[in-house]
């Protein structure tokens, strides 16, 4: 096996490491990006689509536990720095932390709570991105 062999392997090994990248090349890499969508137009395309769909409304469901993680993680974090600590600087930075600490807790629940673990979550937001895409372009012509 020659260095060439072993670069083109290196390289087909981090493409597939990387192949996320993929999903942020069609969503953000356009010259002229995709115009803004309505939670109408994503209700349309969970109707739509019947495999998608409910995996996609699942997805957007999820989101309100982690922001509720984040809203209690922070409050109560910030809360606690307060009472003992009554530093400004410390009291930013725990708010901060219980925020983010709160919000993935949040995402693991709801992670387990629709089962979203079975679920390809990019596939599903890819899909919907095409769907879009096809409907946006349909609208100009």
């Known amino acids: 096996m020659g260095i060439g062999e072993h670069f083109e392997g290196v390289k087909r090994h981090w493409e597939r490491n990387l192949s996320f990248l993929d999903y942020f090349k069609k ?3 356009r010259a002229e990006p995709l115009p803004k969508w309505s939670d109408a137009d ?15 409304k699942a997805l957007r469901e999820s989101r309100k536990y982690a922001l509720a993680g984040a809203l209690v993680g922070a409050a109560h974090l910030g809360g606690v720095a307060f009472k003992y600590s009554k530093a400004p600087h410390g009291v930013v930075l725990a708010t901060g932390f219980g925020a983010v600490t709160g919000a993935v807790l949040g995402a693991e629940v709801a992670e387990h709570w629709y089962q979203l673990y079975k679920v390809d979550k990019q596939g599903a937001n890819l899909r919907f991105i095409y769907w879009w895409e096809d409907k946006v372009s349909g609208q100009k012509s």
Do not use: C, K, R, W
């Not at 969970?46 to 769909?53: F, T």
């Open 42 to 56: 994503v209700e349309e395309f969970i109707a739509s689509d019947p495999v998608y769909g409910p995996q996609l």
């Open 27 to 29: 969503v953000y890499g």
